[in-house]
């Protein structure tokens, strides 16, 4: 194969290239049998290698699993490749589940890991399994998840992991071969094929090189401080005033250079819709474009059956201009329009949050960035090298751009200097293992290997990463967990107890759910006082949120949940287990009680002050319970028919997430 023809979105014209070395080389790993991992920029080609092992299964008569690390890029991933190969595409992501026996398959890494746990019949025929973003091993939260999968995958199928440039790759290599023996060559990508050109806006101005941000920026000073910081016994600013860097001066530059379309990142999802609104005061069309892209917005909303919703309305005036914002807040199918309207070249300039960035096959010619700091679970720290090439890869369209700018807006009281060189030209930051096996896990484990599974440990990344202190700790993790398990009647010394066995596939809400289980609580509750109770165990309010007024039957629910997390809660602190689960909160409560009653979804939002995208998430995630309930071990019938009929009370209209896939 010496040549690909790449597609941009939804246009018909086709861009031909000779493949780059490392593609070929990777093709060529791949036509050999083996395993590959691909350490490459964003916007290098990645892709192509991916949907090459994917032709080889195919050829071979075997299925390929293909796992991505949020939904928005599963269900893009999905529409691709259905596109191409029609008939022959599945889709299963906890609350979507399409075509499941397809020989080409789309899923979360979560669901995948689950399925290497349930013994599946897809496992079986699998031949090729293929990780987008297996960086993402090392994500606080999630991390163990693609860490768990990779241990599990069976030896006799193959793996095709795809990386950003991370400097320990070759390490990440070395443990996959050491867990089956497996055959797995490491393909690294430094060049990117569409340059970057870095640009800075400081003290006014746009400034095109570190020296000049030095001298200008900076005003030469080594002692600029962020704030907050003590200089010479007062805060810096308070001596030295930074200059605004007002948005219209960046819009102008990009306009004057042709450097559109443009994706302008912000971390906050308020501050997207702000920057748009001011952004207003541009026309990025001319009045045929303005016909074109409403003609086509109108179309896409009749498609994905949001004619005349409130947020689409919003958003019209925004669109007119060619101008959109793009966060997690929106409704999901609002979000999928804008991304299509972003393919199609009808938009020129997209406010947007980091998510947009990550696979989402979105290029533009220029890339800004509002602040390089964002939330990283615990509070907002300054971007990581991997994370703002992850954002900056995206400017650069390869077939159609020389090179690709990066602007960054700077206020000098925020980050200094240094930090901002660390930012763009240090290291990439090495992966490094997030291992937090969960009770599901364990108990998963248990059932075939009981107390032996302490013996999986030297198996998993972060024994091959950490030193004597690190591993025995990890061990008394596993070992303090069992302990727990086994106080609570989970688990004894000859197996798995009925309570584990129904717990190993509440992953996330084993214990909480086990224990309702075990006591009789599911069974005494009708279909919305399940919901009820599923939707306290899965909302995670944002910090400053304020619980609602609640009415009797859900006050008693609330009470119900805190009982039983007041026991997980005092188990764990007792066996030194962390972190603890969750406690259940209801701000949720009112707004799926009126849902499931047939409340309009404008109707919710008298209910709660959670945003659009919030409560669908929320209800998908109830809807995704639900379904686990109903194939749980040791469910009772009446729960079982209680959970359908909870499942057809939520998952409707915007809830309904394969709605969103079917069009």
């Known amino acids: 194969m010496s040549y690909f023809c790449y597609y941009v979105g939804l246009m018909?014209?086709?861009?031909?290239?000779?493949?780059?070395?490392?593609?070929?080389?990777?093709?060529?790993?791949?036509?050999?049998?083996?395993?590959?991992?691909?350490?490459?920029?964003?916007?290098?080609?990645?892709?192509?290698?991916?949907?090459?092992?994917?032709k080889r299964a195919l050829a071979e008569n075997r299925t390929v699993i293909y796992t991505a690390p949020i939904k928005a890029l599963s269900n893009q991933k999905f529409r691709d490749f259905r596109e191409e190969y029609p008939g022959q595409v599945g889709i299963v992501t906890g609350d979507v589940s399409l075509n499941p026996d397809a020989p080409i398959l789309i899923m979360t890494t979560e669901i995948y890991r689950n399925s290497l746990f349930e013994g599946s019949e897809r496992i079986k025929k699998l031949g090729w399994v293929i990780f987008d973003e297996i960086h993402y091993l090392d994500d606080p939260e999630?991390?163990?998840?693609?860490?768990?999968?990779?241990?599990?995958?069976?030896?006799?199928?193959?793996?095709?992991?795809?990386?950003?440039?991370?400097?320990?790759?070759?390490?990440?290599?070395?443990?996959?071969?050491?867990?089956?023996g497996r055959n797995i060559v490491v393909v690294k990508e430094h060049h990117r094929p569409v340059p970057l050109e870095f640009l800075y806006q400081a003290q006014g101005r746009i400034l095109r090189s570190v020296d000049q941000l030095s001298r200008i920026g900076y005003e030469g000073r080594s002692d600029w401080r962020p704030r907050g910081h003590r200089h010479r016994g007062r805060h810096w600013h308070q001596s030295h005033r930074a200059k605004p860097n007002r948005l219209?001066?960046?819009?102008?530059?990009?306009?004057?250079?042709?450097?559109?379309?443009?994706?302008?990142?912000?971390?906050?999802?308020?501050?997207?819709?702000?920057?748009?609104?001011?952004?207003?005061?541009?026309?990025?069309?001319?009045?045929n474009e303005q016909n074109a892209i409403e003609a086509l917005y109108n179309s896409l909303l009749e498609r994905h059956q949001l004619a005349g919703e409130k947020s689409a309305e919003i958003l019209r005036p925004f669109i007119r201009k060619g101008i959109a914002y793009h966060h997690a807040g929106m409704l999901p199918t609002l979000k999928e329009v804008v991304e299509q309207l972003f393919t199609s070249r009808c938009l020129k300039l997209i406010f947007t949050t980091e998510t947009f960035a990550?696979?989402?096959?979105?290029?533009?010619?220029?890339?800004?960035?509002?602040?390089?700091?964002?939330?990283?679970?615990?509070?907002?720290?300054?971007?990581?090298?991997?994370?703002?090439?992850?954002?900056?890869?995206?400017?650069?369209?390869?077939?159609?751009?020389?090179?690709?700018?990066?602007?960054?807006?700077?206020?000098?009281?925020?980050?200094?200097?240094?930090?901002?060189?660390?930012?763009?030209?240090?290291?990439?930051?090495?992966?490094?293992?997030?291992?937090?096996?969960?009770?599901?896990?364990?108990?998963?484990?248990?059932?075939?290997?009981g107390r032996k599974l302490v013996s999986i440990y030297p198996q998993t990344f972060h024994h091959f990463q950490s030193r004597e202190r690190g591993r025995r700790q990890g061990v008394q993790v596993i070992e303090q967990k069992l302990d727990l398990l086994k106080d609570m009647g989970y688990i004894d010394a000859e197996g798995l107890l009925p309570k584990g066995e129904f717990a190993m596939s509440m992953f996330g809400y084993e214990l909480m759910l086990g224990e309702m289980q075990a006591n009789g609580v599911l069974d005494a509750l009708n279909e919305m006082e399940l919901c009820l109770l599923l939707v306290c165990l899965v909302y995670e309010p944002r910090k400053g949120a304020h619980p609602p007024r609640l009415t009797k039957d859900i006050a008693r629910i609330l009470k119900t949940a805190e009982y039983y997390h007041s026991i997980v809660h005092r188990k764990e602190a007792a066996h030194h287990v962390q972190p603890y689960t969750r406690p259940p909160h209801a701000n949720l409560g009112p707004a799926i009680w009126a849902w499931?009653?047939?409340?309009?979804?404008?109707?919710?939002?008298?209910?709660?002050?959670?945003?659009?995208?919030?409560?669908?998430?929320?209800?998908?995630?109830?809807v995704q319970l639900l379904r686990e309930l109903r194939h749980a071990k040791h469910t009772s019938d009446r729960v079982r028919t209680v959970a359908r009929r909870g499942q057809n009370l939520i998952s409707r209209d915007v809830i309904d997430a394969e709605r969103q896939l079917r069009v």
């Open 12 to 54: 018909d014209n086709a861009f031909e290239f000779k493949l780059d070395r490392f593609q070929e080389e990777a093709i060529s790993h791949i036509d050999q049998g083996h395993s590959v991992i691909v350490a490459a920029p964003t916007g290098a080609g990645k892709t192509v290698i991916a949907e090459w092992a994917l």
């Open 248 to 287: 219209d001066t960046i819009i102008r530059q990009i306009l004057d250079n042709n450097q559109i379309p443009c994706i302008y990142f912000a971390f906050s999802r308020r501050k997207t819709e702000h920057l748009a609104e001011e952004a207003c005061s541009f026309d990025f069309l001319n009045e």
């Open 142 to 180: 999630r991390g163990t998840v693609w860490e768990e999968a990779l241990m599990f995958t069976p030896p006799e199928v193959h793996i095709l992991a795809l990386s950003a440039t991370v400097p320990n790759v070759d390490e990440l290599a070395a443990w996959i071969r050491s867990l089956h």
């Open 596 to 622: 499931g009653q047939g409340a309009t979804f404008d109707r919710l939002f008298q209910l709660t002050d959670v945003d659009e995208g919030g409560l669908v998430r929320n209800f998908r995630m109830v």
């Open 358 to 449: 990550l696979g989402i096959n979105m290029p533009a010619r220029a890339v800004i960035f509002d602040e390089l700091q964002k939330y990283y679970g615990t509070g907002f720290k300054n971007l990581t090298t991997r994370d703002f090439y992850q954002m900056a890869g995206r400017a650069g369209r390869r077939g159609m751009d020389s090179k690709g700018f990066v602007y960054m807006r700077l206020r000098p009281h925020d980050i200094t200097l240094q930090e901002v060189e660390r930012i763009v030209s240090g290291k990439p930051e090495p992966i490094r293992s997030q291992l937090n096996a969960t009770y599901a896990t364990l108990l998963n484990l248990y059932g075939e290997l």
